[in-house]
C-alpha cells in the first residue's frame, strides 16, 4: 500500500501552508504511518504550474486556485483534476495597486497589471474592471511569476494578484501603502483560493491514504490556530530569505479569520462553487454546459 506522496505548493512556503509544515514537524503524518514529501516550486523558478506536477505525475497533490480544477476538467484534453480540501474559507486575496490616484478597479483601463498566466486570470481582471464601469482595456503584462510581487512594489507594474494575508501584511511591515480591490466588492463571486487538488482517479484508488493526509493536516491547521507561537516558529524555517522579516504572527492572526467554517476545516460548500461556475458561465469565460459534479468533493473529509 502507498504510504509516501509529494506535495507541490502553489508558491514559495508562506502562511497559507502553515498546516503542513506543522503536521510534517510535529510528526501527525508519521503517526498516521504516512510520509509527505512539501515540494516548493522555486526549485525550477515555478517553471511548471502546481497543477501540471499532478497531470504529469509528477506529485499526487498540489494546491492551487480552485479555477485550474475547472480549467483542467475544460481542455482539450481533460485531465480528472479535483479539489479535495479548501485551505481558507473566506476569500483573501485581493487586486492591490500601489498608485493611489487608481481608486477603484476602473482606472485600471489603459494601466498594466502583472498577470500569472492563469488560463481565465486576464479574463476576470477584465471583467472586474467592466463591472466597475470602466472598458477592460488593461495591458497585461507576464513577468517571471516568483518576481511579479517584486514589480509591484518597485512601481514597474501597476496591479497585481495578491493574498493579503501574505503581500497584504508585507506592504504593512513595510509601510507601503496599497489600495485593495477585492472580488466580491465588484460582483465577482470568488470561490476557494488556494485547494488541495489530485487526480480523481488516485483520489479513489487510495482512499484511505487521502484520508490519513487530509486529516493530519487538519491537524496541523487546527494546531497552528490553537498554538500560535509554536506553529509561527514552524513555519519561520521554511520562508524564503527575502521574506524572513515579514511579521508571521500578524500573518497567521489575519489567516486564521478564513480557516474555519462552522468549525470544519477544509470544507468546500457546494453554493459557492455553484455561484462561481455560474458567473463564469454568465460572462463568457467557460461553456454554460460545465457540470460542477466532478469539480470538488467533501468526501475525503466528511468523515473525519
Not at 497543477?51 to 476538467?73: H, M, N, Q, T, W
Not at 486529516?215 to 520562508?239: H, M, Q, Y
Not at 479569520?257 to 468549525?263: G, M, S, T
Amino acid at each position: 500500500m502507498k504510504d509516501e506522496v509529494n506535495l507541490y505548493l502553489d508558491w514559495t512556503p508562506n502562511v497559507n501552508h502553515i498546516g503542513f509544515f506543522v503536521a510534517k514537524e510535529l510528526g501527525f503524518y508519521k503517526d498516521l504511518e504516512i510520509s509527505v514529501n512539501i515540494l516548493d516550486p522555486s526549485a525550477d523558478n515555478y517553471r511548471v504550474t502546481s497543477a501540471k506536477k499532478v497531470e504529469l505525475g509528477e506529485s499526487d497533490f498540489a494546491l492551487c486556485p480552485f479555477e485550474s480544477v475547472i480549467s483542467y476538467r475544460t481542455k482539450d484534453k481533460p485531465f480528472d483534476l479535483i479539489a479535495i480540501a479548501a485551505i481558507l474559507q473566506k476569500d483573501l486575496s485581493a487586486i492591490a495597486v500601489i498608485d493611489s490616484r487608481i481608486k477603484s478597479p476602473r482606472y485600471l483601463d489603459n494601466k498594466t497589471y502583472a498577470s500569472y498566466g492563469a488560463r481565465y486570470e486576464d479574463l476576470i481582471i477584465k471583467q472586474m474592471i467592466i463591472n466597475d464601469g470602466g472598458k477592460g482595456t488593461v495591458d497585461f503584462k507576464y513577468p517571471e511569476k516568483l518576481g511579479i510581487w517584486e514589480t509591484l512594489i518597485s512601481k514597474k507594474q501597476d496591479s497585481t494578484w495578491i493574498f493579503l494575508n501574505w503581500e497584504g501584511i508585507e506592504a504593512k511591515n513595510k509601510n507601503i501603502s496599497l489600495n485593495y480591490f477585492k472580488m466580491r466588492d465588484f460582483k465577482i463571486p470568488y470561490s476557494y483560493s488556494p485547494v488541495i487538488v489530485g487526480s480523481e482517479k488516485f483520489c479513489n484508488e487510495h482512499q484511505e491514504l487521502v484520508k490519513k493526509f487530509l486529516l493530519a493536516t487538519k491537524k496541523g491547521f487546527l494546531f497552528s490556530i490553537s498554538s500560535k507561537n509554536e506553529a509561527v516558529d514552524i513555519l519561520s524555517k521554511f520562508i524564503p530569505s527575502h521574506e524572513k522579516e515579514l511579521n508571521l504572527k500578524d500573518a497567521l492572526e489575519e489567516t486564521i479569520k478564513a480557516l474555519l467554517d462552522n468549525n470544519s476545516w477544509g470544507k468546500i460548500r457546494e453554493s459557492n462553487v455553484n455561484e462561481f461556475v455560474n458567473w463564469l458561465k454568465e460572462n463568457g469565460i467557460v461553456e454554460s454546459n460545465l457540470s460542477i459534479k466532478h469539480l470538488f468533493t467533501n468526501g475525503f473529509t466528511s468523515s473525519d
